[in-house]
């Protein structure tokens, strides 16, 4: 399998530590609100990463921690801690907002079939293993105290920017907590590894420490969750591109130190959902969210398919006519799929042949929309029916859209009674079905009866039996 790394820009032979074992890790989110699809790019793209890898046959470890200790706002809009702004928000406690939006994210998960990692955890439950590693920094000379907090001095390091982002301009697109000046730091680029003087008068979560009362900085949480789960090595490190700086280059920085080793060896980086004027973000515009898709009438798996579609190191940009162009091609792929001929004996030995084909084409840079491409060839080709069916369940454990699990919107039971073999003319019969069964369900008779006389006029005949329509042409 190969994958590009942000650490050396190149597509690369992936080899992990340990023979036949993954050690996985994802920047969980800041659960101070809902995700939106903007995130669950990055979230859909690490699990299909992690499918495949399983896929591959690799034993994965995955781990993911939930920021639910607060940061200035990345956004800049108030400068406000935002697990505070979140509670003031919602008149809550911020635990009861870490905990609500927690949940809110795994149920959109779930939606998108994106798999709860292994291990889940929460920044909150491991303020002393923070606190150690902090001591420990210190006590090598990487750490400094001054003014109120404690920073790491990047200038003990002989390359602080291993991602080679030295760019100080693209440099304030990933900046959180550096917002404001900071007069205490030795250098620019030094981060805060322990707060004891909040930059908001009401901080709401505190905890004793060496150096005062006081909080984690954000990076911290990262190096700390994964190694506590995964160890002193990590084989892939995951996130959104704008979390390669500051976030991971200081989080290599201090776990780095901390180990005196090195500590990950590829660093995977999804690209940006933009909308049309640009990076989505929370405070922007709409708020994109599983949920309002779904007012709307898209099924979430419409939303997998469309980032499934194009490659995750390319920027993708976000429209409701794409959007719609989606929904169309899942319809009709899934009622395709759907009119399969069940008949016929599974022939094992083509099933392994094409799944080698997509552990090949997808594992060249988790290349999805190869895989989509393949789920085509596989119903072009001349496999019996069963077979088909059997190869594209064992690639939707990748791709997770749910392609076997019936038709989409159209009826669970719509007979072929003919044995029509144009999977195009299926598809399309298959689609008028589903309208025409909408139709019924909204009481709209007379377009019911429309649809069932253009069908005819095409020379395809609907039969309404209990079981569900059948259908055969009408010579
Ligand atoms: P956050 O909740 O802000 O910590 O972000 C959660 C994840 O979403 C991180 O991996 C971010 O890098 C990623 N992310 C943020 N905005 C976007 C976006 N517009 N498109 C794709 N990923 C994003
Ligand atoms: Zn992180």
Not at 440 to 447: A, D, G, S, T
Request: one cysteine or more; a negative charge; aromatic letters at 10%.
């Amino acid at each position: 399998m190969k994958i590009y790394n942000s650490l050396t820009k190149k597509v690369e032979e992936f080899v992990p530590n340990e023979p036949g074992r993954v050690n996985m890790y994802t920047c969980g989110p800041t659960v101070y609100h809902y995700a939106h699809i903007g995130n669950l790019r990055s979230y859909i793209m690490e699990d299909v990463l992690e499918k495949l890898l399983r896929y591959s046959g690799y034993d994965v470890k995955r781990v993911m921690n939930i920021t639910d200790v607060g940061h200035l706002s990345s956004d800049a809009d108030t400068g406000e801690d935002k697990m505070l702004k979140g509670a003031k928000r919602e008149h809550k406690t911020v635990m009861e907002i870490a905990k609500f939006y927690t949940d809110a994210f795994f149920a959109d998960c779930a939606k998108l079939n994106i798999k709860t990692p292994d291990v889940v955890e929460p920044a909150t439950n491991c303020i002393s293993e923070f606190i150690h590693m902090i001591e420990v920094l210190l006590d090598k000379g990487y750490a400094y105290k001054a003014g109120d907090n404690v920073y790491f001095d990047t200038s003990k390091l002989d390359n602080y920017y291993v991602f080679g982002n030295q760019n100080e301009d693209e440099l304030v697109i990933g900046a959180r907590e550096d917002v404001t000046e900071d007069t205490n730091k030795r250098n620019k680029n030094d981060f805060v590894l322990w707060f004891t003087k909040s930059k908001f008068e009401d901080q709401a979560l505190k905890w004793d420490s060496p150096w005062g009362t006081g909080y984690p900085g954000w990076h911290i949480e990262c190096s700390c969750i994964s190694m506590k789960h995964l160890g002193e090595y990590m084989d892939i490190h995951c996130g959104g591109v704008d979390n390669m700086f500051p976030h991971h280059t200081n989080e290599i920085a201090q776990s780095e130190s901390y180990l005196g080793h090195k500590w990950c060896n590829y660093w995977f980086h999804v690209h940006h959902l933009n909308d049309e004027t640009g990076k989505m973000s929370k405070s922007k515009g709409e708020f994109l969210t599983v949920s309002l898709l779904e007012e709307k009438g898209y099924d979430p798996l419409v939303y997998r398919l469309f980032t499934l579609q194009s490659h995750y190191r390319k920027p993708l940009v976000f429209t409701y006519d794409a959007l719609d162009q989606t929904a169309k091609t899942y319809k009709k792929l899934r009622n395709r799929i759907s009119s399969l001929d069940a008949g016929g004996n599974v022939d094992e030995s083509a099933v392994r042949e094409w799944h080698d084909k997509f552990a090949e084409a997808v594992g060249n840079d988790v290349n999805t929309a190869m895989g989509l491409t393949l789920v085509y060839d596989v119903l072009k080709s001349d496999q019996n029916g069963a077979t088909k069916r059997a190869v594209i369940d064992d690639y939707d454990r990748v791709l997770g859209l749910d392609l076997t699990k019936g038709s989409a919107g159209a009826q669970e039971f719509n007979a072929n009674a003919d044995g029509i073999d144009d999977p195009e003319l299926i598809a399309h019969i298959e689609e008028k079905i589903a309208e025409r069964a909408a139709a019924k369900k909204e009481k709209n008779f007379e377009l019911a009866d429309e649809i069932r006389s253009q069908l005819l006029s095409e020379g395809i005949v609907l039969e309404d039996t209990r079981q569900g329509v059948i259908f055969r042409r009408s010579n």
